[in-house]
């Protein structure tokens, strides 16, 4: 069985950098036939795919937030993390971490079928 999980800092003040970790069981994140996405839902707003990482390791980055964003992995630990730096109270959202078997999400809601986290509320304030 598939499982991923986000972990992280619930609490991240302005200017800092917001560090989650998705750790991912069932699967080898260097699978050939995943990319490992991280995918975010402000308050009130619709999903925002922020980038990904494939099972090579070449990373990908919306167009939005790639100034700000790092994705990397550890292979050893099989997960996989996103850095957001000079982070705002605009980039306080959940946050979720995503298998999809092409580059990017094509659902407007989180998947329930063991693809996605559960998803971790991450706010940015002081």
């Known amino acids: 069985q598939v499982q991923l999980q986000e972990s992280g800092p619930g609490l991240v003040k302005p200017s800092q950098t917001l560090s989650l970790t998705c750790t991912v069981s069932?699967?080898?994140?260097?699978?050939?036939?995943?990319?490992w996405n991280w995918v975010r839902q402000p308050p009130g707003k619709g999903l925002e795919w922020m980038g990904a990482?494939?099972?090579?390791?070449?990373?990908f980055y919306g167009p939005s937030l790639r100034r700000r964003t790092s994705i990397s992995r550890d292979t050893n630990k099989n997960h996989f993390t996103l850095q957001l730096m000079d982070v705002t109270p605009a980039d306080t959202a959940v946050y979720y971490c995503?298998?999809?078997?092409?580059?990017?999400?094509?659902?407007?809601?989180?998947?329930?079928?063991?693809?996605w986290g559960q998803g971790t509320q991450v706010t940015v304030s002081s």
């Open positions: 069932g699967v080898s994140i260097t699978n050939v036939d995943y990319y």
């Open positions: 990482i494939d099972y090579s390791g070449s990373v």
């Open positions: 995503a298998r999809t078997d092409r580059l990017g999400i094509t659902t407007t809601t989180p998947a329930t079928d063991g693809t």
